[in-house]
């Protein structure tokens, strides 16, 4: 799986996201064509090399001939929804939108679809957002974390005059995300950088283990003496999974005791539960007060979908409290192999520890197949899928 890291060791911002797909192998006149998809004319795009504190990389600039459109929430939807962008170009650019529109009204009292965007609704910010979503297609980025999120200090000018750094849509933007201190004193992490992470990042912490493949640099307008003013981007393959020094990963267990609630509602919960971002999710037979039968139900996630999960099992059971504490998991190495045996080919599951292989694991459905295919018990497939396994084990 192909996943990236953003790490925003001196905030993040649209240009700078942009700027450090290019400098990982974004083509820029494939970047220009899809954003010409947009009814938005009178636009270009340039990138080019600079550098901060003597490390090089990409500046992503935006130049356009409108004037700053004060659009609605609304007005980019259609804006999206009417050009020939992809369908999930699409759905990434407008759930980024929402996010930041989200944050906007809470801060302004207002309906979601009535938010007015100013700086955002310029076609610069547009444009940052909307070819984020294109340079994380087009690189075939699966998964993407960050790290926390350095917010800095001071003043911003906005179109509602001064405002604290960071702004107020910021902070709204990043409730439940680890933040960092900064000593610099400016506009670290702005709102549309804020919404371009809150919501394309499975996880904020430390570096997920991956084969690194490339490292990208998206280079900031300003230049900081305290720190280089970039973005950097490490794009590689892995699972995505945190590790601790000590090679175990740090999680939360959610918990509740249901005792009275239907139980068909459980296969809808615990499809709900996945889709937000549960890892495992499991139910266990316990026995409660007046010797009732019940169910404990536990799902295991990473502390920012804590919010989520919470949230789906309020809604969807009849519990009044729900339980939360860390807890560690270490998981072996894992990764696919194809054997050959008398009845064809079939995947393997390995994993190792300390990079040794101890256990080996027949893939279910290319046993099941095989079996169906060749009228032959299904055990003697996963059989000689399992003895070419160990002999590929024994042969590394």
């Known amino acids: 799986m192909k996943i990236a890291y953003f790490d925003c060791f001196s905030g993040i911002s649209g240009d700078m996201v942009l700027g450090a797909l290019i400098d990982s192998g974004l083509d820029v006149k494939t970047l220009q064509g899809e954003l010409n998809k947009l009814p938005v004319k009178g636009f270009s795009i340039s990138a080019s090399r600079e550098a901060r504190h003597h490390i090089s ?12 459109h004060h659009r609605t929430f609304s007005d980019i939807k259609n804006l999206i929804n009417k050009s020939k962008l992809s369908a999930k170009v699409k759905e990434l650019s407008a759930a980024i939108f929402l996010n930041l529109a989200k944050a906007e009204a809470k801060v302004h009292g207002c309906r979601v679809d009535n938010v007015h965007f100013h700086e ?35 003043w911003v000018e906005t179109s509602h005059g001064r405002m604290p750094a960071p702004a107020p849509a910021t902070l709204e933007l990043l409730k439940g995300v680890p933040v960092a201190p900064s000593s610099v004193a400016s ?17 904020f912490g430390d570096m997920p283990r991956m084969k690194i493949g490339s490292i990208g640099y998206g280079i900031g307008d300003k230049d900081f003496k305290e720190i ?4 950097r981007l490490v794009i590689g393959q892995g699972s995505g999974e945190k590790v601790r020094a000590n090679g175990h990963s740090p999680l939360l267990m959610i918990e509740t005791n249901i005792d009275d609630m239907n139980p068909q509602i459980y296969e809808y919960l615990m499809a709900r539960l996945f889709k937000k971002g549960a890892i495992e999710v499991f139910l266990i037979p316990i026995q409660m007060k007046k010797n009732r039968p019940a169910v404990l139900l536990k799902a295991l996630c990473s502390e920012n979908k804590k919010g989520a999960i919470m949230d789906v099992i309020f809604e969807e059971t009849t519990t009044i409290g729900i339980r939360a504490y860390e807890v560690d998991r270490c998981c072996l190495e894992r990764s696919m192999k194809e054997v050959s045996t008398s009845y064809g080919k079939v995947g393997v599951k390995i994993s190792e520890r300390d990079g040794k292989p101890v256990n080996i694991r027949p893939e279910y459905e290319d046993c099941k197949k095989i079996a169906e295919k060749k009228t032959v018990p299904l055990k003697q497939v996963m059989d000689a899928a399992l003895e070419a396994g160990y002999n590929l084990k024994q042969r590394r």
């Open 57 to 68: 990389g990409t500046r992503f600039k935006v130049k356009f001939k409108e004037s700053r």
């Open 120 to 154: 955002v609704g310029a076609v610069d910010s547009i444009v940052d957002i909307v070819g984020t979503a294109v340079g994380i297609e087009q690189l075939g980025i699966e998964k993407l974390y960050s790290s926390p999120l350095p917010l800095g200090s001071g």
């Open 187 to 203: 506009e670290l992490t702005t709102p549309t950088g804020a919404a371009i992470i809150k919501t394309l990042a499975q996880d």
């Open 228 to 231: 280089p003013n970039m973005l």
